[in-house]
């Protein structure tokens, strides 16, 4: 099968899936559902990295550290705030 | 990509997908964030494997970004993060487009349509999802006016914008020897896009555009794994995409708006005469006199909003419903969905204040209970209580999903001063014979009321 295809099929199918999973939260957790899927979507620190350690000419190394430097900004921060957040809830939950 | 960094890859989907699971439910939320930030791990490790990597810059970007991340997250206050989540959103677009860019700056010739469109759509949406959040962080930390920002023939410009940067992007992908120039410009154009889309969203939208926003930085990650070929970008971005969606829908759903309203609008700055005019005065009560009505109250109900977050009211409001209850009062605070400027936000703030989640519930438990409750307390919310939204045909929002405290047996609106409200309707809930108003900074209104139980 044709790379691309697969792709597209690749990603047709995480839609569907995105869907799914997030089909009924609870509002109490709409503002960690946010700031944790937005950390993932830091994903394409994947792609900083390659470009970075790889870009074929100085200029795509360049472009590529600052994409790295702000999506790791982005995953780093993101995880640690979720974090923090749940931190909060879950000892609410606890106590009573 | 060899096979190894392959495997890796599909480790790390399945740790994502199960860490979105199960950040769905309140038990297992943490957990499920740990596991995405593991799945993360895992495809940072295994892009660093891949060949031909040199590392020394990738370490000094890792802990550039890593620390100024890890310091932002630990230092913010409760009430700032809706503008942090704002920001690192924004930080995530900005990055989905920088990555294309780095790949169409490779001298490897003539790319094919298809990458070609695909770096197109990485570099507007990664665009516009950068400018639109830098806006949203501007507005919702106040640094820019909150106002819906119009000006004439705003949507026509806004179409103008967005249909010459598709004809640019048809031509991009068509035309082999594309042009610099007009490769930049479309960087402009889709940067001045997401600002001139925020621009006229005002405060109380501001859930509907943050969500929409996180949605489009994971559509963004998605194009630029498509970009590079990248599966992993593909699968992770494509469900950030579709849940952001959802949250979009659900924010509109509680508005009951549809998203087009919400994204041309103007909400709020075209029809601030909407809406019949309230008849009647709003009269006034001290926190004396409230202090003994609550005194005597067997069934109060808080409703939140904006307001609260903005005085930083949230601890003092769980002394006073902690004092209430020792009082044998039954105390319950009741959250519309789009209270706030970002989904759950005043969750976020009661959580941070110890308030039970017992105490908590959501608007359609608590709306039936209504008559039977001596004091709701209303503080710094207006739009989510307006009567008018069930009344008034006229109202800009009729049909919205309201909190019923019109109907409780007295109601108190703490309330800065007598204007109108962030959305400028008026709101006829603050003239009603059982409304009472408290002016003044929530905070001390609240402090002085815990005082008043204290002393007695």
Request: proline share 4%; charged share 10%.
């Amino acid at each position: 099968m044709d790379p691309l295809i697969l792709l597209l099929f690749i990603f047709t199918l995480a839609i569907f899936l995105g869907f799914e999973l997030i089909s009924r939260v609870p509002s109490q957790l709409h503002t960690p559902l946010m700031s944790g899927s937005n950390a993932i979507s830091g994903i394409t620190i994947v792609g900083a990295i390659a470009a970075t350690g790889a870009g074929a000419t100085l200029f795509a190394q360049i472009l590529g550290f600052l994409a790295l430097v702000f999506a790791s900004i982005n995953v780093v921060g993101g995880y640690l705030v979720t974090d923090r957040m749940l931190g909060m809830f879950k000892k609410k939950g606890g106590k009573k | 990509m060899s096979g190894l960094t392959s495997l890796f890859y599909i480790v790390a989907s399945i740790l994502f997908i199960f860490g979105i699971k199960m950040l769905g439910s309140a038990e297992t939320a943490r957990r499920g964030n740990f596991l995405s930030s593991l799945g993360m791990l895992v495809a940072i490790v295994a892009v660093l494997l891949s060949s031909g990597m040199s590392y020394t810059w990738i370490m000094v970007g890792l802990v550039l970004g890593g620390s100024l991340g890890a310091f932002s997250a630990r230092k913010v206050e409760m009430t700032g993060m809706p503008e942090l989540v704002a920001l690192f959103n924004g930080f995530g677009g900005l990055s989905s487009l920088l990555v294309a860019w780095a790949e169409e700056v490779q001298p490897a010739g003539a790319n094919p349509i298809f990458t070609d469109s695909v770096i197109f759509a990485a570099l507007v949406i990664g665009g516009v999802t950068f400018t639109g959040s830098l806006v949203a962080y501007g507005k919702l930390s106040g640094k820019l006016d909150g106002k819906p920002l119009l000006f004439p023939n705003q949507k026509a410009i806004n179409v103008a914008v967005a249909a010459l940067l598709l004809l640019l992007g048809v031509a991009y992908a068509l035309q082999s020897g594309f042009s610099l120039p007009a490769f930049y410009l479309i960087v402009l154009l889709a940067l001045a896009l997401g600002v001139l889309g925020v621009l006229p969203i005002g405060g109380g939208d501001m859930p509907v555009a943050i969500a929409l926003l996180n949605s489009f930085s994971g559509i963004a990650a998605c194009a630029a794994g498509f970009v590079i070929l990248n599966n992993v970008l593909i699968v992770a971005g494509a469900m950030v995409g579709a849940s952001g969606l959802i949250l979009t829908i659900i924010m509109c759903k509680a508005m009951n708006r549809t998203l087009g309203d919400v994204l041309f609008g103007g909400f709020g700055a075209e029809s601030a005469g909407g809406g019949a005019e309230a008849e009647g005065e709003m009269k006034p009560i001290t926190a004396d006199d409230a202090y003994y009505i609550l005194e005597a109250a067997s069934q109060v109900i808080f409703v939140p909003g904006y307001g609260m977050a903005v005085a930083q009211a949230q601890h003092a409001v769980k002394e006073l419903a902690a004092l209430l209850e020792e009082n044998g009062c039954e105390v319950s605070f009741a959250i519309h969905p789009v209270a706030g400027r970002m989904p759950g936000h005043m969750n976020v703030l009661l959580a941070e204040a110890d308030v039970p989640y017992e105490q908590l519930a959501e608007m359609d438990d608590v709306n039936p209970l209504m008559s039977n409750t001596d004091v709701a307390v209303v503080i710094g919310a207006n739009d989510v209580v307006n009567p008018a939204a069930l009344e008034d045909e006229s109202s800009p929002i009729y049909g919205m999903p309201i909190i019923n405290v019109h109907q409780a047996r007295t109601t108190f609106v703490l309330k800065r001063g007598q204007g109108k409200g962030f959305s400028g309707l008026v709101n006829p809930l603050f003239t009603r014979a059982n409304t009472r108003m408290l002016y003044g900074d929530a905070k001390e209104t609240i402090t002085s009321l815990v005082g008043q139980f204290k002393g007695s």
